[in-house]
């Protein structure tokens, strides 16, 4: 298998699901990618043009701007540390050295640091419902970037070293000022750039230092400990067992790795954690007679992670608990303890595990649900009803597409339900869409409802919880089987396990045969399905050249004869964008087939169907309208959006052929889904479960995966990341 196609498996913005003891990709093999905004980028076309920085502002940076107050808000809550954190047991060892090291630090003995702190817990903010406030139209501030005078600083440096000059302009913008002078006094700074990898920063340091560079030199030291942390966030994971990063750092050459994470530490760009282990058993003395019984050492786990990732676990665990500790809104129709008023009658018109949720809505701030595609009727059932109760709800899924069926299904439960009643996360979360905010600034609900639970990663998460007041209703659902979100964490897993709150699966089974065949993968079975009306077809290829042929055959000609389903809403998907038979190679046949043309725009010709990833994970499925000064111009959504010229080559990719995470969260009314036999390794439960489930009335396999594919239902789950959600929200929340 190419190493492209095996570590492209979160290829959505992606992030691939590398376990705790696999933090980064295998030397020498490529990073997971998102459709269009890896987090490493695609090396093998050239690490230099993935580094381009927009010159104009594009749609990601305006709504990341939108979002700056809030993270800021969200590390300000982190900002005041009180004192250590109270481990509940002693350390020994390398971890015992370390925390000691760090303590020195605190001690004055180094710069003060943050390492330890618990939050400060600020007076909680009941807001009573207020008329509900849509954000004026704002024009996104421009960033002008980086002077021109800088980046032509930083680009001497760069060509002094042997890096790529066209890295100047994301240096100048990533370091800030001085960054010529920061790369001259620490040249490993250039690690803080995409895409590039310790080996080749440290042929910058030899180019620049000379003599001078060592690899036990600090500053090396701890830029690849950072580095090593990055890759463990596009992994997935929001913290690293400290063994496991200092054999990473080990395997980076770094002869001191645990003087690589105490300087890493003690500058406060990493921090240290310690968890209870509460698996673990604990040693069992009768104490002597005549001694007072000794304190109980209770095994621990030592952590460290990046700050920002930190803090944003930290804060929604602060956020879920205040959900859920917090008394009802003044005058707020959801109950407490008790259900509701006008739940009961509502519960007991209703069937089924949508009763059950009902009254769990109605009784509790925070409620769980669980189930397929069919399942989704389930909370969009609870939010109608708290509509007709006076409750003011919304909505919210991953994707456009997500959005419109919620807004069909809620349209037959409530058909008088305004456009505000849905939005998709990040449109909530920029005030581009969904009720607006309260004069508290607040999301002006009563009850928030987030399908797609899974795909929500910390970041996200964080401020979706911070923006609710207390005794807001917060309904997460979504499916546990699919794969998780393309950021840091797995926010709606880890809530699940804690069992701080009710959880309501339900029992609606998806229906037809590709729901049997979805549900069986579900539990690790790969069974063979009626399809009467070919619901269901199995096409057996023995190379990647017959299964293009296929595929395309599939596209053009078989499905719409057969299925009646024409090309356009057709969607092919596989499992990665390297390979025979990856997204690459199928869009470039495909779009022969469907749409020929030179690419006159940068690579694509009006018509062109096409993937926009403003962010990592955000997909955004269009066509190409045309190009122009101002950029490639394309509609996604029915809306017209402009991509800088700067941004096409990252942002945007032939569409007829996507990856398994870029359709998460979308449907189709045909999928064919290719599974070509070098990406057998990127192959698990999660991902066939999520790429089966794609087409809405059909469903083709071009199948050369051979045993791969039943072993990788029964045998490969989704890989671990390593999280503290759990433990944080246990501990906040009493009887948990």
């Known amino acids: ?175 800030g000022e001085g960054a010529d002078e920061q790369l001259r006094a620490d040249p490993w700074q250039l690690l803080r750039l995409t895409g590039v990898r310790p080996e080749q920063a440290d042929g910058f340091a030899r180019a620049l230092l000379g003599a001078e560079c060592a690899p036990d030199d600090e500053r090396r030291g701890r830029a690849v400990t950072l580095w090593l942390l990055e890759q463990a966030a596009v992994a997935g994971h929001t913290a690293l067992d400290l063994p496991v990063l200092v054999e990473a750092l080990g395997k980076r050459g770094v002869p001191d790795p645990d003087a690589a994470v105490q300087s890493s530490v003690a500058e406060g760009d990493a921090l240290l954690f310690q968890d209870a282990l509460d698996d673990a058993p604990v040693p069992e003395s009768e104490p002597a007679e005549g001694e007072e019984e000794a304190e109980v050492e209770r095994p621990v786990r030592v952590l460290v992670g990046l700050e920002r990732t930190a803090l944003a676990e930290e804060s929604l665990a602060d956020g879920i608990a205040r959900l859920i500790n917090s008394g009802p809104k003044e005058g707020g129709p959801l109950g407490g303890d008790a259900l509701g008023e006008g739940w009961e009658d509502a519960a007991a018109a209703a069937k089924g595990t949508t009763a059950e949720l009902i009254r769990a809505v109605g009784a509790h701030r925070l409620v769980l649900h669980t189930g397929g595609e069919a399942a989704r009727a389930e909370p969009v059932a609870a939010a109608a009803v708290a509509a007709r109760l006076g409750l003011r709800v919304c909505v919210v899924a991953h994707s456009a597409d997500g959005r419109r069926r919620a807004a069909r299904q809620l349209g037959a439960e409530l058909p008088e339900s305004a456009p505000e009643t849905t939005a998709t996360v990040a449109g909530l979360l920029a005030q581009t869409e969904g009720p607006g905010r309260d004069t508290d600034g607040a999301i002006a609900v009563d009850l928030l409802v987030v399908l797609d639970a899974p795909q929500l990663d910390v970041d996200d998460a964080a401020i979706l919880v911070e923006l609710l007041a207390d005794g807001t209703g917060l309904l997460l659902g979504g499916d546990p089987g699919t794969l998780w979100s393309a950021g840091p964490g797995r926010v709606f897993a880890d809530l699940l396990a804690a069992g701080i709150c009710p959880r309501v699966s339900s029992r609606v089974p998806d229906f037809g045969p590709i729901g049997e065949l979805v549900s069986g993968i579900g539990i690790g079975e790969l069974n063979q399905v009626e399809a009467p ?204």
């Open 533 to 736: 009306g070919k619901e269901v077809v199995i096409v057996p290829v023995r190379d990647a050249a017959e299964a293009i042929h296929r595929t395309v055959q599939l596209v053009a000609d078989s499905v719409p004869r057969a299925i009646g389903v024409p090309a356009e809403e057709t969607q092919v998907i596989t499992p990665g964008h390297g390979g025979a038979a990856g997204t690459r190679a199928l869009n470039a046949a495909l779009k022969e087939r469907l749409n020929p043309g030179p690419g006159r725009f940068g690579g694509f010709d009006a018509g062109d169907r096409v993937v926009y990833v403003p962010t990592p994970g955000r997909v955004r499925p269009g066509r190409v309208l045309g190009a122009d000064a101002e950029g490639l111009r394309l509609e996604c959504d029915g809306e017209p959006v402009v991509v800088p010229k700067e941004q096409v080559e990252r942002a945007v990719r032939h569409g007829w052929a996507v990856t398994g995470h870029q359709a998460v969260g979308l449907r189709w009314p045909a999928a064919v889904v290719v599974l070509p036999g070098d990406a057998t390794q990127a192959l698990s439960r999660p991902w066939v479960y999520a790429a089966f489930g794609r087409g809405e009335r059909h469903l083709s396999i071009v199948h050369g995966a051979d045993a791969a594919l039943p072993r990788a239902v029964a045998e490969v789950p989704a890989k671990p990341r390593t999280t503290r959600l759990q433990n944080l929200v246990r501990a906040q929340v009493p009887g948990a």
């Open 1 to 175: 298998m190419s190493t492209e196609s095996a570590a492209a498996e979160n290829e959505s913005g992606a992030r691939p699901d590398a376990g705790p003891d696999e933090p980064l990709a295998a030397e020498g093999a490529e990073p997971a990618e998102d459709g269009a905004a890896a987090a490493e980028g695609e090396r093998a076309e050239g690490e230099g043009a993935e580094q381009k920085e927009a010159a104009q502002p594009s749609e990601a940076e305006a709504e990341l701007a939108a979002q700056r107050a809030l993270r800021e808000k969200i590390a300000e809550r982190k900002a005041a540390k009180a004192g250590p954190v109270e481990a509940g047991t002693k350390l020994s060892g390398k971890a015992a050295d370390l925390l000691a090291a760090v303590r020195a630090v605190e001690s004055g003995e180094k710069p003060a640091t943050t390492v330890f702190a618990e939050p400060e817990r600020g007076p909680r903010r009941v807001v009573v419902p207020e008329p509900a406030r849509r954000p004026e139209p704002v024009a996104p501030a421009v960033d002008a970037g980086p002077d021109t005078e800088t980046v032509g600083a930083v680009r001497a440096v760069l060509v002094e070293g042997g890096a790529p000059d066209t890295l100047a302009t994301s240096a100048a913008r990533t370091l």
